[in-house]
Nanobody
Framework: EVQIVESGGGLVQAGGSLRLSCTASGLTFDDYAVAWFRQAPGKEREGVACISTSDMTTYYKDSVKGRFTISLDNAKNTVYLQMSSLKLVDTAVYYC??????????????????WGQGTQVTVSS
């Protein structure tokens, strides 16, 4: 059985940093597109960043470019989302998703097979 588990969320002041982790069991992140999505209260879920583990290309939502970094640790079978210079608008539940994939990511809009339960990120003023 495949399980995706996110961790690392929490409460942080504006301008601060957090690192989210996405760990999979039942699959290895070889040749996958792995994405971080977020959903704020009353808003639609949106893709924040994604990575192709086949060629390590990445894609970011414009509003997080330069502040968020997505990366893969093969040894730990974990994808990270390093978030810096956090803003109030970054407050949301963050979800990790994965789909078998080969080649460069040009978008994060894929039909993901696996989703985690989410981790809350709250940015305070």
């Amino acid at each position: 059985e495949v399980q995706i588990v996110e961790s690392g969320g929490g409460l942080v002041q504006a301008g601060g940093s957090l690192r989210l982790s996405c760990t999979a069991s039942g699959l290895t992140f070889d040749d996958y597109a792995v994405a971080w999505f977020r959903q704020a209260p009353g808003k639609e879920r949106e893709g924040v960043a994604c990575i192709s583990t086949s060629d390590m290309t990445t894609y970011y939502k414009d509003s997080v470019k330069g502040r968020f970094t997505i990366s893969l640790d093969n040894a730990k079978n974990t994808v990270y989302l390093q978030m810096s210079s956090l803003k109030l608008v970054d407050t949301a539940v963050y979800y990790c998703a994965a789909i078998p994939f080969w080649g460069p990511v040009m978008t994060c809009r894929y039909k993901y097979d696996y989703w985690g339960q989410g981790t809350q990120v709250t940015v305070s003023s």
